[in-house]
């Protein structure tokens, strides 16, 4: 085998190895598309421990309502298609009773969040004792999936809830 044709070989196993890294990003990239994100906020913190609510915000909270695992504030124009996540209407001192009696605090302090879209416009808040979470943004058809992990054990309980 010729030196020119060993190289036109390797230029040939470059290239493939070029395209199919370029496929692999493409598919990663069209998977987290629709995610969104958290950021930490010392706002939202507060405003959970002072029982403060915005008009804009629908509010749900999973789990017990005297215990919630986690509470959310969702902006009115998006829908959370999940039985996990119960709706409510804040009132100041349920509101500061129930982020003050979160399930797990003895474990994790409970931490406010904003919610973000994948573009990265806040959607939301959320305040939680649990660690493990994430959001789903559905653009098109104005949904909002959040995931977390169950902190009363390991199992997967369905959709609204990830394995830990």
Known sequence: MSLLERHQIILRVRLGGYIALAVLVLM???CTKNYGHFTKSAEVDLAFHQGDHQPDYQYFYAGRDDMPYAIIGIDRSYTVPSR???PFEPQSEMLR???GNMYGKYTYDPTGYHILDPGG???GV???SVNQYNVSVD???RTVELLFGNPENNRS???GY???
């Open 28 to 30: 990663v990239a069209g």
């Open 126 to 128: 959320w305040f939680s």
């Open 84 to 86: 996990y996540w119960i």
């Open 139 to 141: 653009q098109q058809n």
């Open 157 to 159: 309980m369905s959709v």
């Open 97 to 99: 009773n129930m982020s």
């Open 121 to 123: 416009t806040i959607i």
């Open 162 to 164: 990830i394995a830990n």
